[in-house]
């Protein structure tokens, strides 16, 4: 196992900046996931950390290491890929074991080496079987347990759970993050699905158009966001913005309401105020947003309710038994310290 740092991380191609200068630190044994929009650079920035492409400008280091003119065989990593790429001619067994080919170790060294991970995995019935004979979430198994057996300090995954299903989506992170509990290695996962990143990392790093907008966990990253792309980024449904303006050290909505903050804004300061839909629901109170019910989603035991209000539609919840109506108007309210509050011009966080 090995920490993981990127100093001022530079990549172009040609005369096209992707990745502006990043910096980051991985503690030995950290789960960190990576996420944001397609064209963000998370991916860029794990090929150059597996060395499949070359930086231009930066440095890299595992486990205090420099590893920025080492060839990928030579870093001490392991990399898992979306496509699962295992030989349809292998048993699963020869798969794994593929990733000894070049070890100097005994042929019944490798082969109880096979057999350990095969156990972690819960593949040792499957040993004999080929590729053809298993499930997607067996064979992206198969892939793991290839990256595995080499005992790497650092496990790169490059959203590996992307070609399959929902529920197997599902399943599969789980069993990564139990993997992960129990052999303790450095991972850097790759994702744009927000949902896998808030459930399985230790620290998200939240990128935008090759730069790093927010690193933190999970709680922090979707209690404390740093600005109003990485809150709409993380939480679903996205966060709700509204139009303010800071007036008397009160925030003066657009629906005519008067919220005392109790924090020392700047006086006159147009603002953005976020909500959350779950801190956001049908009420008596200060106003945050009056309009008519348009759209209704059940859920069961609560009601998604979009609000035309201000040119678009607002997310709130309510009640799942008596929810208000489509074409009702309604008051929605939310507790002041639920509020976050960004500049309008830079969309940087106040508070």
Do not use: W
């Not at 057999?115 to 819960?122: H, N, Q, S, T």
């Not at 069993?175 to 996962?189: C, S, Y």
């Not at 709700?240 to 005392?260: D, F, I």
């Not at 801190?279 to 609000?307: C, F, K, S």
Request: net charge negative.
């Amino acid at each position: 196992m090995a920490d993981l740092a990127i100093r001022n991380l530079v990549k172009r191609y040609d005369k096209t900046e992707v990745l502006h200068g990043i910096s980051l630190d991985v503690e030995d044994g950290e789960f960190v996931v990576f996420v944001g929009p397609s064209g963000c650079g998370k991916s860029t920035t794990l090929r150059l950390i597996a060395g499949l492409e070359d930086a231009t400008q930066g440095e890299i280091a595992i486990g205090g290491r420099v590893v920025n003119n080492l060839e990928p065989k030579d870093r001490d990593i392991a990399m898992v890929f979306q496509n699962y790429a295992i030989y349809p001619h292998m048993t699963v067994r020869k798969n794994i074991g593929f990733g000894l080919r070049t070890a100097k170790m005994s042929k019944a060294d490798k082969e109880a080496r096979i057999d350990e991970v095969a156990g972690i995995l819960g593949m040792t019935d499957l040993l004999a079987r080929k590729p053809s004979q298993l499930s997607g979430g067996q064979r992206q198994r198969v892939a793991i347990g290839r990256a595995m057996v080499r005992d790497p300090a650092v496990f790169l995954f490059d959203e590996p759970l992307s070609n399959l299903d929902a529920q197997l989506r599902t399943q599969m992170r789980l069993e990564i993050k139990k993997l992960h509990q129990r052999v303790g290695n450095t991972i850097i996962f790759v994702t744009h699905d927000q949902v896998e990143a808030m459930t399985m990392a230790d620290r998200i790093v939240i990128m935008k158009d090759g730069h790093i907008q927010q690193v933190g966990t999970p709680a922090e990253v979707y209690h404390k966001p740093a600005n109003t792309f990485v809150a709409r980024f993380i939480g679903a449904p996205s966060m709700n913005m509204l139009s303010g303006t800071v007036t008397n050290g009160a925030l003066r909505m657009a629906s005519g309401s008067t919220l005392e903050l109790g924090d020392n804004l700047p006086e006159g300061r147009d603002v953005t105020v976020g909500v959350r839909p779950e801190d956001l629901h049908p009420g008596d109170g200060p106003a945050l947003v009056r309009g008519p019910v348009t759209v209704r989603e059940p859920l069961g035991h609560e009601t998604l309710i979009y609000v035309g209000t201000e040119g678009q539609e607002v997310i709130a919840k309510a009640d799942g038994r008596t929810p208000p109506q489509v074409g009702e108007e309604v008051t929605l309210t939310a507790a002041v310290d639920t509020l976050h509050i960004f500049d309008a011009a830079t969309g940087e966080a106040l508070r």
